[in-house]
């Protein structure tokens, strides 16, 4: 069936970087986008950027700009999520989505920032 | 980045009917936002319920019908249930391709 399944929880350290997989299956996965969505804890849905599996072209809210970087990698059908230079207000949950009628999303993965 | 708002909180009777709303502060909410509402319960993903508009996925419950309505995308749900206790989320989409999430509704069925 289709599935998007990502990495396991983080705990990093301010400054530091975290990178976040999405592993598609039960598609193609060339086809369709995949959207970033994040959520602090007790807090709304934040739209943090696009890919396209196929080409690699990305877009992302300025708010990121600079700071997040999606990757793919076509071989193993996984997209990548990279968020640099973390600070305490980055802690949060963060999905992926597939585009186009957003007909599924990932579990989660909670990243954690913390001294 | 434009603004997203929805209600923070509503409460509808178990069998009664509500609608949610989405407004943009650039102006009036069109099909050509392609409004999106998202259901999530504590602790799980969000679930898509409504696409552009008022198009429904084959898991989406009959009660629930998106529109357009007074500039506003809303949300609209018939014969409320206990388990339609959530949050629902409203997305936007702008000419940037930058979509952005209303804050949510925390709908409460009592």
């Known amino acids: 069936q289709v599935q998007l399944v990502q990495s396991g929880a983080e705990v990093k350290k301010p400054g530091a970087s975290v990178k976040v997989s999405c592993k598609a299956s039960?598609?193609?996965?060339?086809?369709?986008?995949m959207h970033w969505v994040r959520q602090a804890p007790g807090q709304g849905l934040e739209w943090m950027g696009i890919?396209?599996?196929?080409?690699?072209?990305?877009r992302y809210t300025q708010k990121f700009q600079g700071r997040v970087t999606l990757t793919r990698d076509t071989s193993t059908r996984t997209v990548y999520m990279e968020l640099s230079s973390l600070t305490s207000e980055d802690t949060a949950v963060y999905y992926c989505?597939?585009?186009?009628?957003?007909?599924?999303w990932g579990q989660g993965t909670m990243v954690t920032v913390s001294s | 980045q434009a603004v997203v708002t929805q209600e923070p909180s509503l409460t509808v009777s178990p069998g009664g009917t509500v609608t949610l709303t989405c407004g943009s502060s650039?102006?009036?909410?069109?099909?050509?936002?392609?409004p999106y509402w998202f259901q999530q319960k504590p602790g799980q993903a969000p679930r898509t319920l409504i696409y552009?508009?008022?198009n429904k996925h084959s898991w989406t419950p009959a009660r629930f019908s998106g529109s357009l309505l007074g500039g506003k995308a809303a949300l609209t749900l018939s014969g409320a249930q206990p388990e339609d206790e959530a949050e629902y989320y409203c997305?936007?989409?702008?000419?940037?391709?930058?979509?952005?999430f209303g804050g949510g509704t925390k709908l409460t069925v009592l």
């Open positions: 989505a597939r585009g186009e009628q957003w007909p599924i």
């Open positions: 039960g598609y193609t996965f060339t086809s369709y986008h």
């Open positions: 890919i396209n599996p196929s080409g690699g072209s990305t």
């Open positions: 650039t102006g009036a909410v069109t099909s050509g936002h392609y």
């Open positions: 552009d508009t008022n």
């Open positions: 997305l936007l989409s702008y000419t940037d391709a930058r979509p952005v």
